[in-house]
């Protein structure tokens, strides 16, 4: 039984490292003397501590315990295996299509905005006619003002909802063929993998993981760049959504990572499958693409390096992993000109009219909408290409029961972890090539 001394002593112990290490600070964890604070992970801890409390506030915490905690999986089925079987189990244990689920949201919405936009173009049409050009002497200026004003706003906002009514159709029928199946916001049960004929009957990714080829919306006669596809889930998507009618080249600069690319195919496509005539696999320095060709491509997919946030949380077998070991400090510190680069090359690659599509998993804002604010502007003053950033709140809406969205982004999307969604984080921002 422990004594009142030894009690006493370290009572006081306790208090003069209190005193030592936290002198006018706030109250510290009481392990907090036991933390290793030159390890990589105690670094990226502290460093996301110190900016995203400032960016999150009252969020930060659930997100950083979440980001700490086992991630939540969605598990896409392998659309040339034969799945019927294991589709079933795994609807019986819970789980739904939540891109299903997606189209059924759109094509509800669709309904709706045509019912809004017939009900205006009625509304239009009837001011229209008591604006007659004969007939106006007998109405007051200020009449006329104000139903001309009226009619002013009634056509932007015919304009606004014909937009809506475009997204909404493309949405109806984006990424058709491709299966994701998710637990609820809350329930917490794992999906079992197998396989069978060789091939795997689905394949596990982080749910938001799916939302940048989502934004990106493939479709039949698209020519696709996926300028940092390792190590291929956004690729395996796109190959699952297109099948036969795929035109994709996916690149990555390093070459463990490329033949894990080349891995993806083996194991989710029959080695007969005439898809392998139609995607290409090759090993350039993205940042470099303009050497290679510019203008080549309809839609362009650039998923940048970054800090890997939840990654960087935990101790890797090897420190130098972790891109927060000290030895990786210039590369973090570059981090933002390497993504900036890469989103240059990735528009340049990307014929006018077309659409880009820049994704991180990260939460930074310096590596998200600095990047692309900046990027936009180097552009357009290097190159003369103007590029516009498209709005994806009716995406996120549809979205809603799936994952946490960040409320005051200022461009772009941003999923956040949270444990009954432990999803992300993920940035998503979609960009339309003007010229």
């Known amino acids: 039984m422990m004594n ?32 290793n604070k030159g390890s990589p ?35 896409i089925l392998n659309s040339y295996a034969d799945f019927e079987q294991y589709q079933d189990e795994i609807i019986s244990s819970g789980a739904y299509d939540f891109i299903s689920k997606l189209h059924e949201n759109a094509t509800e919405k669709n309904a709706e905005l045509k019912n809004k936009i017939n009900e205006l173009e009625k509304e239009m049409s009837n001011e229209s006619k008591q604006l007659p050009n004969e007939d106006r002497d007998e109405m007051t200026t200020s009449e006329v003002k104000s139903k001309s ?9 015919l304009e606004e909802l014909n937009s809506s009514l475009q997204t909404c159709s493309q949405l109806e029928k984006v990424c058709m063929g491709v299966h994701a199946y998710v637990y609820p916001k809350g329930d917490f049960t794992e999906f079992k993998g197998e396989i069978k004929n060789s091939l795997y009957l689905s394949f596990f990714l982080d749910a938001s993981s799916i ?51 080349k891995k993806v195919l083996k194991e989710y496509l029959p080695k007969t499958s005439s898809i392998h005539n139609h995607v290409k696999v090759v090993r350039f320095d993205g940042t470099q693409w303009l050497d290679q060709e510019t203008e080549a491509y309809s839609k ?4 940048v390096p970054c800090t890997t946030d939840r990654i960087s949380m935990y101790e890797p077998k090897i420190e130098y992993d972790n891109i927060f070991c000290n030895q990786r400090k210039r590369e973090r510190g570059r981090l933002p000109e390497i993504q900036s680069n890469l989103l240059k090359n990735a528009i340049l690659a990307c014929q006018p009219g077309g659409t ?18 900046y990027t936009i502007q180097e552009m357009y003053e290097n190159y003369q290409i103007l590029c516009e950033v498209e709005d994806l709140s009716l995406l996120t809406r549809f979205l809603q029961d799936e994952f946490h969205f960040h409320d005051d982004q200022p461009i772009g999307t941003l999923v956040i972890p949270q444990l009954d969604a432990n999803f992300g984080p993920t940035f998503i921002c979609r960009l339309h090539r003007v010229t």
């Open 4 to 35: 009142y001394r030894s009690s006493h002593l370290i009572a006081r112990r306790y208090q003069e490292l209190y005193t030592k290490f936290h002198r006018g600070k706030k109250k510290p964890s009481m392990f907090n003397q036991f933390r």
């Open 300 to 303: 362009v997919l650039v998923d």
């Open 356 to 373: 880009i599509v820049y994704s991180t998993c990260t939460a930074s804002a310096l590596q998200n909408e600095f990047v692309v604010q």
């Open 41 to 75: 992970a105690e670094i990226a801890k502290d460093y996301f501590d110190l900016n995203y409390s400032k960016v999150f506030k009252a969020k930060w915490p659930g997100m950083r315990c979440a980001m700490l905690s086992r991630k939540k999986y969605c598990n």
């Open 149 to 157: 004003s009226q009619l002013e706003q009634n056509i932007d906002l």
């Open 211 to 261: 939302l940048p080829v989502l934004a990106l919306n493939p479709i039949p006669g698209d020519h696709i760049l996926d300028l940092c596809a390792a190590p291929g889930g956004k690729f395996n998507i796109m190959v699952q959504s297109l099948g036969n009618s795929a035109h994709i080249v996916a690149n990555d600069i390093d070459s463990k990572r490329g033949h894990r690319i």
